[in-house]
């Protein structure tokens, strides 16, 4: 019995020590992951081996960051939908000369308004013209290579196109008459520029010049006003209107304007005539004219008498006079008495006038 029982203890000492050998075989595997050099487990090579798996972790990363290698995180550019933008800017597969917009399309977002002119130039740009029933017509530049559309600001007056300097700088002839009311300007030019690609277009009103034989019609409310006062001025004449007696609520009403106006020249008499419908004037402003020194350098004197219903003023030009204009304004600080400066200048000037302006 005493020999078995040792027997018995011998058997079990060896299946235990089988055991833990096994046991520690699976732990240094699973623990030391094969990479590790087995053959030593000494501090400094653990630290190598730490130190090997960082960098190639680092190099994996850097060619998955820089598309190098194919990786599920990055996206793949190629299986994008190759659809245009709708923001200003190139398609990610157009080409440089490649253009982004049509004719066809361009006209597609005028379906309510009715075209009347699509001007193109450089063969890049256009200018679609176009205007709603009882609407001022109106401009819209396109460039067909980005797909950028702008609006050309002349709204709301009636405008036609006279000069495109370049992509930034559009010249429009105006008649002086907007869609808002029945208010009409002397007609003048309007100026829509930009300084870089990308920004709005903005706006400046120019004055227009006509020769003096030129007629021109302006203004225009029937308010039945009064002619308060009439000046020459170094280059013109100014004249200020004002209501008349038991009509102040009717001049006053909405807006206040200069009455119906006529200009023209009489070539053969050098002279220039200006016409105020529905305007009466005091006679002691007549005999303030009449004793008026003119120094100008383009009128010789002014003569103020009736005419029909209105008023006519009688300006005696000297030769220098070949063009003029016309600007409407208003009085401060109130801005309810409405003025009109008509001025003159040399067919010389004119010629720099338009040298530098347009």
Same mark, same amino acid.
Not at 273 to 294: H, P, W
């Given at each position: 019995?005493?020999?078995?029982?040792?027997?018995?203890?011998?058997?079990?000492?060896?299946?235990?020590?089988?055991?833990?050998?096994?046991?520690?075989?699976?732990?240094?595997?699973?623990?030391?992951?094969?990479?590790?050099?087995?053959?030593?487990?000494?501090?400094?090579?653990?630290?190598?081996?730490?130190?090997?798996?960082?960098?190639?972790?680092?190099?994996?990363?850097?060619?998955?960051?820089?598309?190098?290698?194919?990786?599920?995180?990055?996206?793949?550019?190629?299986?994008?939908?190759?659809?245009?933008?709708?923001?200003?800017?190139?398609?990610?597969?157009?080409?440089?000369?490649?253009?982004?917009?049509?004719?066809?399309?361009?006209?597609?977002?005028?379906?309510?308004?009715?075209?009347?002119?699509?001007?193109?130039?450089?063969?890049?740009?256009?200018?679609?013209?176009?205007?709603?029933?009882?609407?001022?017509?109106?401009?819209?530049?396109?460039?067909?290579?980005?797909?950028?559309?702008?609006?050309?600001?002349?709204?709301?007056?009636?405008?036609?196109?006279?000069?495109?300097?370049?992509?930034?700088?559009?010249?429009?002839?105006?008649?002086?008459?907007?869609?808002?009311?029945?208010?009409?300007?002397?007609?003048?030019?309007?100026?829509?520029?930009?300084?870089? $690609?990308?920004? *709005?277009?903005?706006?400046?009103? &120019?004055?227009?010049?006509?020769? %003096?034989?030129? !007629?021109? @019609?302006? +203004?225009?409310?029937?308010?039945?006003?009064?002619?308060?006062?009439?000046?020459?001025?170094?280059?013109?004449?100014?004249?200020?209107?004002?209501?008349?007696?038991?009509?102040?609520?009717?001049?006053?009403?909405?807006?206040?304007?200069?009455?119906?106006?006529?200009?023209?020249?009489?070539?053969?008499?050098?002279?220039?005539?200006?016409?105020?419908?529905?305007?009466?004037?005091?006679?002691?402003?007549?005999? $303030?004219?009449? *004793?008026?020194?003119?120094?100008? &350098?383009?009128?010789?004197?002014? %003569?103020?008498? !009736?005419? @029909?219903? +209105?008023?006519?003023?009688?300006?005696?030009?000297?030769?220098?006079?070949?063009?003029?204009?016309?600007?409407?304004?208003?009085?401060?600080?109130?801005?309810?008495?409405?003025?009109?400066?008509?001025?003159?200048?040399?067919?010389?000037?004119?010629?720099?006038?338009?040298?530098?302006?347009?």
């Amino acid at each position: 019995m005493f020999i078995k029982k040792k027997n018995y203890y011998h058997i079990n000492s060896i299946k235990f020590g089988f055991f833990f050998l096994f046991s520690l075989a699976l732990t240094a595997i699973f623990v030391w992951d094969k990479p590790l050099d087995q053959s030593s487990f000494s501090r400094n090579n653990y630290e190598n081996w730490i130190q090997k798996q960082r960098n190639q972790e680092l190099k994996t990363s850097e060619k998955i960051r820089y598309n190098k290698v194919k990786s599920p995180f990055v996206f793949d550019h190629k299986k994008k939908d190759k659809k245009q933008d709708t923001k200003v800017g190139r398609r990610k597969d157009q080409q440089p000369n490649e253009k982004k917009l049509t004719i066809s399309e361009i006209k597609k977002n005028y379906r309510f308004s009715l075209i009347e002119k699509i001007i193109k130039f450089d063969n890049v740009h256009v200018i679609v013209e176009s205007h709603k029933a009882t609407m001022a017509n109106q401009f819209d530049y396109y460039d067909m290579i980005t797909g950028e559309k702008k609006k050309l600001p002349t709204f709301p007056f009636y405008a036609r196109l006279h000069k495109i300097e370049s992509p930034y700088r559009f010249i429009f002839y105006t008649d002086g008459t907007n869609h808002l009311n029945q208010e009409r300007k002397f007609p003048f030019i309007i100026e829509c520029y930009r300084n870089i $690609k990308g920004e *709005e277009f903005h706006w400046n009103h &120019l004055n227009r010049y006509f020769p %003096i034989i030129e !007629k021109i @019609e302006f +203004g225009g409310k029937k308010s039945k006003a009064v002619l308060k006062d009439l000046k020459v001025t170094l280059n013109g004449l100014e004249a200020s209107f004002g209501p008349r007696k038991g009509h102040k609520e009717k001049f006053f009403a909405g807006y206040t304007d200069i009455p119906y106006t006529e200009t023209y020249g009489n070539q053969k008499k050098d002279q220039f005539i200006i016409v105020f419908r529905e305007t009466q004037f005091d006679e002691g402003l007549k005999a $303030k004219i009449k *004793e008026s020194n003119f120094e100008n &350098l383009y009128i010789r004197s002014v %003569i103020l008498k !009736k005419h @029909e219903s +209105g008023c006519m003023v009688i300006i005696n030009l000297k030769d220098q006079a070949e063009y003029y204009t016309a600007k409407k304004d208003w009085l401060s600080p109130s801005k309810n008495i409405p003025f009109v400066h008509i001025s003159f200048i040399t067919e010389q000037d004119y010629k720099d006038y338009l040298l530098i302006k347009l």
